[in-house]
Nanobody, 111 residues
Framework: QVQLVESGGGLVQPGGSLKLSCSAS????????MQWYRQAPGKQREFVAY???????DYLDSVKGRFTISRDNAKSTVYLQMNSLKPEDTGVYYC?????WGQGTQVTVSS
């Protein structure tokens, strides 16, 4: 049974930082491309970042230079370091492994 469990969300002021984690089980983690998505209230879910098995990465244009995705295969965990957060980064952040999704973690950027 595949499980993806996100953590690390919360309330942060504009300009602040958060680090999200997604712990995976039930998959051979090192072989999977891992992705982060987010969904703001009233909007569609959108791609944020990915990291493949070769540690290649890509990002949504609006988060380039502010967010960093990384992975630790020994811990079966993918991370999303988010710096210089803006109110428009608010949403539920989801971890994805192909067809598998986590339950999401809420990120709220507000003063």
């Amino acid at each position: 049974q595949v499980q993806l469990v996100e953590s690390g969300g919360g309330l942060v002021q504009p300009g602040g930082s958060l680090k999200l984690s997604c712990s995976a089980s039930g998959i051979i983690f090192s072989t999977y491309t891992m992705q982060w998505y987010r969904q703001a209230p009233g909007k569609q879910r959108e791609f944020v970042a990915y990291i493949d098995r070769g540690y290649n990465t890509d990002y949504l244009d609006s988060v380039k230079g502010r967010f960093t995705i990384s992975r630790d295969n020994a811990k079966s965990t993918v991370y999303l370091q988010m710096n210089s957060l803006k109110p428009e980064d608010t949403g539920v952040y989801y971890c994805n492994a192909v067809t598998h999704w986590g339950q999401g973690t809420q990120v709220t950027v507000s003063s």
